[in-house]
Each structure stands twice: as structure tokens, then as C-alpha cells.
């Protein structure tokens, strides 16, 4: 089931999203202030982001430029032109203005879902590593490096955020439709696993512990 996090200061329209998503299938988030929504998004990696704009504490706009690679679709009251251009260039996925049909935003929705399950079959690079996400195939420096599927799950995910730390829950909630052998007491050991198998062809610690929290793809690569 796929997640959808709103981030609506308006507790009323929070609340109406929450029951029409839930409604079509939808697992959801809330968060009420553009300093909250970092924080829920630091601990949870959602499938879509609803962001409206005029939030408290940190702005919709502050809040977008630091998504990576999770689809966004801004909803707001603005209508003019220029600020849609903005976001989307920014990095939003989509804009849809206040008062909105409900049947339109669910639609949205579907389309935005529908680009990221074709656009996650796509290879994964980063620095030194390439990873095949269809033939399961991982390249380090151009040499083939043998994953367990585990192994597999854990460096697919950290690749597909390479600049967030995902904690250790989440990374377990979302590997486990892939295995079901990994759990808190063993994470550690599969991350090190990779870690030994990477060195054979590189010195480069690809992953980095953020102590006390979880993982991330290490920006020293």
C-alpha cells in the first residue's frame, strides 16, 4: 500500500485529504508546519508528498529543496504563472491551485505513482556503484560484486535516497516485502557485509552510519 504524506497547516483540509486518500487505498502522514514535516520526513520515506505552501516555521518552498527523489505535488491558493514555473523547476512534480477537485488531485496522484514505479526499474548510479534494479546485477568500478537479497534490498533503498539518512525501522518496513530475514540485530551485519564486498575493488566507504539514527549513502564517496 502506498504512503502519502500531507503537509497542511489547515487542519480541516489535512484532515479531508487524510479521509479521501485513506478512502482510495492510501496509507497517510500529516504534518502541520513546515518544521514538522522535516522531522516526520527524516524518519519516514513516503511514496508521494501533498505540500501546501503558506506553513508556519519553515515555508513550503524551504520545505520542497530538501525532498529528494519522492514526487511532490504542491497545492496552493497562488495562481499566477511565475510561481507555478518556480516550483516546478524547483523540483515539484506537480501544482494544483486551491479550491481543488478531488477527482482531479486523485488523479494527479495515480500519474505521479504510475512515473516512479516505471522510473524505479531504471539503473541506479552512484559515485563508483551501479545497480540494476530489474537483473539485480551491482557494479562497483565496473566490477561485478555478488549480493545476497538482503544485501540487495538494503543498498537498493539507500541508493534510491542517497542524501537522506533513513533510520533503521524504516529501512526494515520497507526491505520486508523483498526479505524477511533481516531484522534490527542483524542489520548491521548485512551493511558490513556489503562494506567488505565493495572493498575488494574500492577503498571508498559507499555507506555511512549517522550513529543513533540509521543509514545513508556517504557524500565523502
Known sequence: MKTIAIIDDDIYISDMLRDLLTRNGYNTLQAYSGTEAVYMLSGNIPDLILLDLMLPGLSGENVLKKINNIPVIVISAKVDVHS???????GASDYITKPFDTAELLARIAVQLRKVSVESSKILVFYDITLNTETHEVMVKGNPVRLTKTEFAILKLLMQNPSQVITKSVILDRISLDTLDC???SLKVHISNIRRKFR??????????????GFKMSEKS
Open 200 to 213: 575488494k575493488y574500492s577503498e571508498t566507504d559507499y555507506i555511512e552510519a549517522v550513529w543513533g539514527i
Open 84 to 90: 507555478k514555473v518556480k516550483l516546478l523547476l524547483d
Open 183 to 185: 531484522v534490527e540485530s
